[in-house]
């Protein structure tokens, strides 16, 4: 798989032809990976419990990150990864 960044008028800006994401969507990570999370969570009714533990990250960790009240509160870059392995391989099914 190659990455490549879009700017927002969608010009590419690095030499790869594959689009993963623009650099909006990279700047506003948390907000889209939130939404994302508890969209999941809704549509197939399951506990924030359930999900933490299918994805394989800290539920305390899951909590603090969609309830905090803090915009700016993230995690790290391997939890990103986890939870979007999960998302995708969910997605496949």
Known sequence: MTICLFDNNGSVKTPFKTKIMTLKELSNIN?????????YITNNNISENKFAKESGISQNQLWMYLHSGNAKKGIHTSTLEKIGKYLNDQNKL
Request: charged share 35%; proline share 0%.
């Open 31 to 39: 907000q889209i990976t939130r939404k994302l999370i508890t969209d």
